[in-house]
């Protein structure tokens, strides 16, 4: 299975299993094994090192505590059909671990900001002393 340029996964670190479908269908839930089990051994695997630890740390409920993704497809009625979402699923699933997040820099408001900020909030409290009560 191709991931990307870089990343490719061996066919038999990905194991699947057909089950059958949850909730409305009518008679074919009740007949055919459509819906699909992935199951991927993520310290198993031969992703490298810091794809692996990445993985591991995201807090996603479809990983077990023995670092076993599972991801159950039963969207459509096919069965290829659901086996094709499991593997882009687990594809997509992957590419997001492998995308480092730039890391922010904090910045500070110029001196030219801070001193509109001020006048402005000096201004706002003119407006707001001029509608007390007129004595006369």
């Not at 839930?29 to 591991?56: C, E, G, P, Q, Y």
């Not at 096919?78 to 699923?89: G, I, L, M, P, V």
């Not at 500070?108 to 003119?126: C, E, L, V």
């Not at 001029?130 to 006369?136: A, I, Q, S, T």
């Amino acid at each position: 299975m191709i991931i990307n340029e870089s990343i490719h996964l061996p066919e038999h670190e990905i194991e699947l299993h057909a089950t059958r479908s949850q909730g409305a269908g009518g008679q074919n839930v009740n007949k055919v094994a459509t819906a699909i089990h992935l199951r991927f051994d993520i310290a198993a695997s031969s992703l490298s090192d810091t794809i692996k630890a990445r993985l591991l740390a995201s807090k996603d409920k479809r990983i077990t505590k023995e670092g076993v993704l599972i991801i159950k497809a039963q969207q459509y009625r096919t069965q290829e059909q659901n086996k094709a979402d499991a593997y882009e699923r687990l594809r997509a699933f992957i590419l997001a671990a492998t995308r480092v997040n730039k890391t922010r820099r904090p910045t500070k408001p110029s001196r030219n900001a801070r001193r509109r900020r001020t006048d402005d909030k000096t201004q706002r409290g003119k407006i707001k002393a001029l509608r007390g009560k007129v004595e006369v």
